[in-house]
């Protein structure tokens, strides 16, 4: 097998025409593609509404877990977007989805090391979900003949990023792990950063993940991109092959990996994490089939 890459094309006139006739479905990250923080990237909406008149499927594939999909469609509505539901697949979702598909039992609980998405994810699978925000105000009491008590019943830890991380919750979660018979591990995703505003990066899951893998010396389950997943979900909903998607994107190491893994054509965006001097830095071993600034590109190039 040829393991050489082939180093990603800058998107243009040129090749732009080829790789829009072979897709039938875009698929897009949100954090650094479509918005920072809680501001729309420029064109994108004008992009994405060209996009559906030309009859092409779109889909939301998002590694941020702090909302659940109901949430980020709200999202969505309230930056003028019009996005249905079942076309957003989140980590939160997905994590909900890995239970069950892997007959996790109802009567154990979740403890979630995240926000308020992978709890109503969570309770929409019909799981008992622990934590999450509400456990981001306690503290732990450091006294002798003290002990620090959890739900024996817990038979998997989430964790996922969360703004309001503590040493109760790492220490609750690595109890569940290290104690409790067969608890489970999983991890959303492992960002490193991420747009939580539009001006800065911000310590992604990676850094929630990393914590509780050196306190439980275990790996997790990772449901989030790279990891295919999410396809799975996405193939049983719109039945198109994935050689006929594009994952547009801004993580080499998370979303251009995803669509590889899967079989997609990749399209990279300089608009978020990835700059052009890591794109084309030796060391990158990933390479997109194209790369451009931004999702508007697509309508300036082609469009009307």
């Given at each position: 097998?040829?393991?050489?890459k082939?180093a990603?094309?800058?998107?243009?006139?040129?090749?732009?025409?080829?790789?829009?006739?072979?897709?039938?479905?875009?698929?897009?990250?949100?954090?650094?593609?479509?918005?920072?923080g809680?501001?729309?990237?420029?064109?994108?909406s004008?992009t994405?509404?060209?996009?559906?008149?030309?009859?092409?499927?779109?889909?939301?594939?998002?590694?941020n877990?702090?909302?659940?999909?109901?949430q980020?469609a709200k999202?969505?509505h309230?930056?003028?977007?019009?996005?249905?539901?079942?076309?957003?697949?989140?980590?939160?979702?997905a994590?909900?989805?890995?239970?069950?598909?892997?007959?996790?039992?109802?009567?154990?609980?979740?403890?979630?090391?995240?926000?308020?998405?992978?709890?109503?994810?969570?309770q929409?699978?019909?799981?008992?979900?622990?934590?999450?925000?509400?456990?981001?105000?306690?503290?732990?009491?450091?006294?002798?003949?003290?002990?620090?008590?959890?739900?024996k019943?817990?038979?998997?830890v989430?964790?996922?990023?969360?703004?309001?991380?503590?040493?109760?919750?790492?220490?609750?979660?690595?109890?569940?792990?290290?104690?409790?018979?067969?608890?489970?591990?999983?991890a959303?995703?492992?960002?490193?950063?991420?747009?939580m505003?539009d001006?800065?990066?911000?310590p992604?899951?990676?850094?929630?993940?990393?914590?509780?893998?050196?306190?439980?010396?275990?790996?997790?389950?990772v449901v989030?991109?790279?990891?295919?997943f999410?396809?799975d979900?996405?193939?049983?909903?719109?039945?198109?092959?994935?050689?006929?998607?594009?994952?547009?994107?801004?993580?080499?190491?998370?979303?251009?990996?995803?669509?590889?893994?899967?079989?997609?054509?990749?399209?990279?965006?300089?608009?978020?994490?990835?700059?052009?001097?890591?794109?084309?830095?030796?060391?990158?071993?990933?390479?997109?089939?194209?790369?451009?600034?931004?999702?508007?590109?697509?309508?300036h190039?082609?469009?009307p």
């Open positions: 097998m040829n393991t050489a082939r990603a094309q800058l998107l243009s006139t040129q090749n732009i025409r080829s790789l829009f006739e072979s897709v039938e479905a875009f698929l897009f990250d949100c954090d650094g593609v479509i918005w920072k809680d501001k729309l990237i420029d064109g994108v004008q994405l509404d060209w996009l559906r008149s030309k009859g092409k499927k779109l889909v939301f594939v998002t590694n877990s702090l909302k659940s999909r109901i980020y999202k969505f309230s930056l003028g977007i019009s996005v249905a539901e079942d076309e957003i697949f989140s980590s939160s979702f994590a909900a989805m890995y239970l069950k598909v892997n007959n996790f039992p109802q009567e154990k609980k979740v403890y979630v090391i995240g926000g308020e998405g992978i709890l109503e994810e969570l929409l699978a019909g799981y008992t979900g622990l934590g999450g925000p509400e456990d981001g105000e306690k503290r732990v009491e450091l006294k002798p003949n003290s002990p620090f008590e959890h739900d019943s817990v038979g998997a989430v964790v996922g990023i969360d703004p309001r991380i503590n040493y109760y919750k790492l220490q609750y979660g690595t109890l569940c792990i290290r104690e409790n018979p067969g608890c489970l591990f999983i959303t995703n492992r960002d490193a950063v991420g747009h505003t001006l800065q990066e911000w992604g899951a990676g850094s929630m993940v990393a914590a509780m893998c050196g306190s439980t010396e275990r790996e997790p389950i989030g991109k790279p990891s295919t999410m396809m979900f996405l193939l049983q909903k719109f039945h198109i092959n994935t050689s006929k998607m594009c994952m547009v994107g801004d993580r080499l190491d998370t979303d251009i990996l995803f669509g590889q893994n899967a079989g997609c054509k990749t399209l990279l965006v300089l608009s978020g994490v990835t700059t052009q001097t890591t794109l084309r830095d030796p060391s990158n071993s990933v390479q997109p089939d194209y790369y451009t600034s931004q999702v508007s590109d697509l309508l190039l082609l469009g």
